[in-house]
């Protein structure tokens, strides 16, 4: 059964830090990884996603890793911003069929100090 | 927001009443999904439609049951409400181009609901 771990669960920064949140997975047969921002009371946006074949993505920024061979995923976020609070969520959909199910991390909970 | 909306956005309700909670897109999406999400689980499979009238089970469907007649609309119902019920459900789509590693997941912006 496929388990997506997220480490940290929280993390608190000074504007202006480079950081990294990791996202690691169990079974290495997946189609694509997602990341998501959730805002405190709203719903997901998604903000990159990489599929199996790519190594990485990137969006201003942000600039995601995947190596499926370790099962794991980082998200990089450069020179964070009091705006980029909020929880990021990996997700990862997996390999068998083809219904989209997603399998999703408890979320690291980013707090970025003015 | 890939056209999605939710319905009810808030619902209190009592123990033993059934409640149903809508999704709704706009862009003719084949796939549908409701999620739950809860502290301590995080986002959890409940039940996804592949097409008008196909729907199966996910992860945490016990209580739960879902029906889609029409392709715009996804409902979800719990037939008799508990408390261990209480959670924000979030409906989610899937898009772009077909073949899978490229599809992108969407969520509407959920429905909290309350079960007293």
């Known amino acids: 059964k496929q388990e997506v771990t997220q480490i940290p669960a929280a993390l608190s920064v000074p504007e202006g830090e480079n950081l990294v949140l990791n996202c690691s997975f169990t079974?290495?047969?997946?189609?694509?990884l997602q990341w998501f921002r959730q805002d405190p009371g709203k719903g997901l946006t998604s903000l990159l996603l990489?599929?199996?074949?790519?190594r990485e993505q990137t969006s201003g920024r942000l600039n995601a890793s995947l190596d499926k061979s370790s099962g794991r995923s980082t998200l990089y976020i450069a020179a964070s911003q009091p705006g980029d609070s909020a929880t990021y969520l990996c997700?990862?959909?997996?390999?068998?069929?083809?219904?989209?199910?997603?399998?999703f991390g408890q979320g690291t909970t980013l707090q970025v100090k003015p | 927001d890939a056209g999605i909306t939710q319905s009810p956005r808030h619902k209190v309700t009592e123990t033993g009443t059934p409640v149903t909670l809508r999704c709704h897109q706009t862009?003719?999406?084949?796939?549908m999904y409701w999620y739950r999400q809860d502290p301590g689980h995080g986002l959890r499979l409940i039940h996804y439609?592949?097409?008008?009238?196909?729907?199966d089970k996910g992860e945490v469907s016990d209580g739960y049951s879902v029906s889609r007649s029409k392709t715009e609309d996804f409902l979800l119902t719990l037939e008799s409400a508990t408390s261990s019920q209480t959670s924000v459900y979030f409906c989610?789509?899937?898009?772009?181009?077909?073949?899978?590693?490229?599809?992108?997941?969407?969520f509407g912006p959920g429905t909290r609901l309350l079960v007293l």
């Open positions: 990489i599929q199996s074949s790519q």
């Open positions: 997700a990862v959909r997996e390999g068998s069929g083809n219904t989209g199910k997603l399998i």
């Open positions: 079974d290495s047969a997946i189609y694509n």
């Open positions: 862009e003719n999406h084949r796939y």
């Open positions: 989610a789509i899937t898009s772009g181009p077909s073949g899978g590693a490229r599809e992108t997941q969407y």
């Open positions: 439609s592949y097409g008008v009238k196909d729907t």
